[in-house]
């Protein structure tokens, strides 16, 4: 089941033996996965970074993204750039949901409704939330990806940018979510999707 944690992939790639270089925009996610990181026992490289504009050569074999593209300004410069410092034959795995849609789609806010209804009714407790829902919400709405339809639009995308053999499963929540997890995501379906340079 895939946990919440910040570095998560990191620590994973890591202990698999791989020499891993993550980034992350802000420092508090960083310190959080660096303390993961230390936590169990591995070695990562993290750097503060855009991940508009990358400080590296065209030197990695994979790339490995979770809940980061609905976040960006311009996800397709990002996509762009994450092309551009994979080594030719080299990977890119994204890992999202289409987290936002339910600000603006009103069938979307009506399953979200129903899921949170039945999160609650099955005895999981008390809703999680963000501290600030009001400013998270507000931020969320002026994202590009908030009103795109996904992954399609990223399967659209990563083409324009010359990635190929691009593939995407587009409901991995039985796979790597806990019971809770999953209802209350029922409706917002984790999908990943693979491309290669």
């Known amino acids: 089941m895939i946990n919440g944690f910040p570095g998560f992939f990191s620590v994973i ?115 999680p939330h963000h501290k600030d829902i009001e400013e998270t919400d507000r931020l969320s709405l002026v994202l590009p990806l908030t009103r795109e339809w996904r992954p399609e639009w990223d399967i659209r995308t990563l083409k324009k940018e010359g990635f190929a053999n691009i593939f995407a499963e587009e409901n991995l929540n039985a796979k790597i979510l806990d019971e809770k997890q999953q209802v209350l995501n029922r409706s917002t379906p984790i999908f990943m999707i693979c491309a290669e340079k």
């Open 13 to 127: 790639l890591s202990s698999a033996g791989h020499l891993v270089t993550a980034i992350d925009c802000t420092d508090n996610m960083l310190e959080e996965a660096r303390a993961h990181s230390i936590r169990e026992g591995v070695t990562v490289t993290f750097r503060k970074m855009d991940s508009h504009k990358l400080d590296f050569a065209a030197d990695f074999d994979l790339i490995v993204c979770r809940n980061v593209t609905w976040s960006l300004t311009d996800p397709q410069s990002a996509y762009k750039e994450w092309r551009r410092v994979l080594k030719p034959g080299g990977r890119l795995l994204v890992f999202d949901a289409n987290w936002n849609r339910h600000l603006w789609d009103e069938e979307m806010q009506q399953k979200r409704v129903e899921d949170q209804q039945t999160y609650v009714d099955k005895g999981f407790g008390e809703l």
